[in-house]
């Protein structure tokens, strides 16, 4: 089955400074790639997702790139702000269900 | 338009007793996925089920574990004989289609085991 492996486990950086968190997949047949922010005691929402058609998307401060070829992807936050403070999930469709990375705790500090 | 609603929020529970924890999809979402949430850790997925079917329960304990989703009412997952490993957030998603679309999160379901 799908295995999903994601870097850093902690990544800390100062406001305005870019983000990049990194994930790899196992298994080529997967094709849809959703990034999930958790924050405290909440369930994780949906913040940006790639379909594998596509090499890259961005929405505002938020982009993801994905490379088939090398099964990664990454998810990249530039200017960011203490809101962006939070536990990013990256995710790889299986066959009939989304499996997710192991998480990211992102500071972002003032 | 509610989103999915999940209950009781927080559950307190003594080794050896039952816990169950109710999971309402999103409006027109007939697909419901339980992901277990250790603290520190990311999400595991436990089963996937579509009404009065289970899809996939490939990530489901063989013992003491349950889900069911029935034709009228709630996703439930149920937790027979609970033990202090048990301790967990369970979350529950809903989906309008299979596999490849966007999932909907409850906000879960913090359950304690003494």
């Known amino acids: 089955g799908e295995n999903v492996e994601q870097h850093p486990s902690t990544l800390s950086v100062q406001e305005g400074d870019s983000a990049v968190i990194k994930c790899t997949y196992s298994?080529?047949?997967?094709?849809?790639f959703p990034w999930y922010k958790q924050e405290l005691g909440k369930g994780p929402q949906l913040i940006i997702d790639?379909?594998?058609?596509?090499g890259e998307k961005k929405d505002q401060r938020i982009a993801v790139t994905l490379n088939k070829t090398a099964k990664h992807f990454s998810l990249h936050i530039t200017e960011t702000q203490p809101e962006d403070s939070a536990v990013y999930f990256c995710?790889?469709?299986?066959?009939?269900?989304?499996?997710f990375g192991t998480g990211t705790r992102l500071q972002v500090f003032p | 338009n509610a989103g999915v609603m999940q209950n009781p929020r927080h559950l307190v529970r003594r080794r050896g007793q039952e816990a169950r924890l109710r999971c309402s999809p999103m409006?027109?979402?007939?697909?419901v996925y339980w992901y277990r949430q250790l603290p520190e850790e990311g999400l595991k997925f436990m089963v996937y089920?579509?009404?009065?079917?289970?899809?996939?329960e490939s990530g489901m304990p063989k013992e003491r574990f349950s889900a069911e989703f029935p034709k009228e009412g709630p996703s439930i997952l149920r937790i027979q004989q609970v033990v202090r490993g048990d301790s967990a957030a369970y979350f529950c998603?809903?989906?309008?289609?299979?596999?490849?679309?966007?999932?909907?999160f409850g906000e879960g379901s913090r359950l304690t085991v003494l």
């Open positions: 998603a809903s989906s309008d289609m299979t596999g490849t679309g966007e999932l909907f």
């Open positions: 298994d080529s047949a997967s094709n849809y």
């Open positions: 790639i379909r594998s058609n596509v």
């Open positions: 995710a790889a469709s299986g066959a009939d269900k989304l499996i």
């Open positions: 409006k027109g979402h007939s697909h």
């Open positions: 089920l579509q009404k009065e079917n289970i899809i996939d």
